[in-house]
């Protein structure tokens, strides 16, 4: 039996074939599964990351500094310093890493719902192991670099909405970066550069899944904004659905 590198390898040399409506499927069943447990979790984690950063605002700045500031003219980013924007790309970069391993739990929470493997709370907390912490945090690091840096210079042509499609473009190569490490022990770069080459095998199909599970996700806006809490683990169902689709498990 070939290794899951050799596997890989063959993969990336050879290409795969992908078909859309296999994948949703597998993906929406997948879904059906860890949504209300997904959900609640997601709707406890973003309460408590609320409350946090209103905390930490409250504080840094005070009560009536802070009234002043959620001001609508001053929400403008038009207003805002050089410096400030630093350290809100600084900062926003910063949480993105500090939190992907719970993006990686969920993708687990997947994997055992497939399995018919029970799950818990602790299972999204899973990979805050060191080993898996670091590899985790240094691969969305160097993806958002690649993402910032793509975007500010196709900002420079004066069409926002290139830079936006930069972005978008990263995020669909790098799909598979997060996967790659907690299932096939990848290290971060090597994550990274795997998920581009086996993407850019079928980009039109993963788009299209992408672009199909956003937008569903965002339909939960149209029930009280709760409900995207609800619809949003459709995306780590369809992360797993693709990984196992083009890699799969020995």
Do not use: W
Request: charged share 10%.
């Amino acid at each position: 039996m070939k290794s899951n590198t050799d596997r890989i390898q063959e993969l990336k040399t050879n290409g795969y074939s992908l078909n859309f409506e296999t994948v949703f499927n597998l993906a929406f069943e997948n879904y059906k599964k860890i949504v209300i447990y997904a959900g609640l979790l997601l709707l406890v984690l973003c309460v408590f990351f609320g409350i946090t950063a209103s905390l930490i605002l409250a504080f840094s700045v005070g009560i009536e500094n802070l009234q002043e500031l959620a001001k609508p003219e001053n929400l403008d980013p038009k207003n805002f310093s050089d410096e400030f924007l630093a350290y809100y790309l600084v900062g926003n970069t910063l949480f993105g890493c500090l939190i992907s391993p719970l993006f990686a739990g969920f993708i687990k929470m997947a994997h055992c719902a497939q399995i018919d493997e029970e799950f818990h709370v602790s299972t999204i907390f899973e990979y805050y192991r060191l080993s898996y912490f670091k590899e985790l945090f240094l691969a969305t690091l160097f993806i958002s670099i690649i993402s910032l840096g793509i975007s500010s210079v196709l900002n420079l042509t004066g069409v926002p909405v290139l830079g936006i499609l930069g972005s978008i473009t990263i995020s669909l190569l790098s799909m598979l970066a997060v996967p790659l490490i907690i299932f096939s022990n990848f290290k971060a770069i090597e994550a990274v550069n795997t998920s581009f080459s086996l993407i850019s095998k079928q980009p039109l199909v993963i788009l299209g899944l992408f672009a199909v599970g956003y937008l569903l996700s965002i339909v939960g806006f149209l029930f009280f904004i709760v409900g995207l809490f609800f619809t949003l683990p459709l995306m780590f169902s369809i992360y797993y659905a693709i990984y196992i689709s083009i890699i799969g498990f020995k």
